[in-house]
């Protein structure tokens, strides 16, 4: 089952065969995405690429939804309803590209059509969390017509800096 985005992005669920195409993109990403993902260091073999995969399309959170991103037919990393928050109808949303994929505006492609993806929820807010030195992911929240509504100090080390936690929100368009 393909969701299609655009002419040359496509989303599907993320399943744990997927594994070597993962470990290969991050792999390809590793310095970069490393920055702002502390998971990335631990995804380093097929066998921790299944892990992560598992973890997530497993997390038990309401309403998680994980895909995988494919890119000209090259699977370019990963988007998910993390979870659904059902008292505040609030969908939080992840994702990350591989090295060659960005540049696109994939992610704001994929984000205009997450409504779809919500339809059967009540949700009325897509939120993003982003590291406050995490440039490209703060421009994607930002273009995406959400505002900071709230921050969390020193929330986690990343690049060797300690920074807080930016969440941004917009209604679901």
């Known amino acids: 089952m393909y969701i299609q985005i655009a002419e040359n992005i496509k989303l599907a669920p993320l399943v744990e065969s997927d594994a070597a195409d993962i470990l290969k993109a991050v792999n390809v990403s590793r310095a970069s995405l490393g920055k702002f993902l502390p998971w990335v260091e631990g995804v380093n073999n097929i066998e921790s690429a ?6 997530r399309v497993n997390s038990g959170l309401n309403g998680s ?48 059509k997450a409504s779809q993806l919500l339809t059967s929820t009540h949700v009325k807010f897509i ?12 421009k994607v929240a930002l273009k995406s017509g959400a505002l900071l509504v709230d921050v969390i100090p020193n929330f986690l080390v ?3 800096v300690l920074q807080s936690l930016n969440i941004y929100r917009t209604p679901v368009k």
Do not use: H, M
């Not at 299944?50 to 973890?55: G, S, V």
């Not at 979870?83 to 090295?99: F, H, K, R, T």
């Open 127 to 138: 939120e993003f969390r982003c590291l406050e030195k995490n440039a490209a992911s703060i």
């Open 50 to 55: 299944k892990k992560y995969i598992l973890e």
């Open 65 to 112: 939804q994980w895909f995988k991103i494919y890119y000209k037919d090259n699977l370019s990393g990963v988007f998910a309803i993390k979870s659904i928050c059902p008292d505040l109808n609030i969908a939080e949303l992840g994702y990350w590209l591989s090295c060659d994929a960005q540049g696109n505006g994939i992610i704001s492609q994929v984000i205009t």
């Open 158 to 160: 990343a690049d060797n």
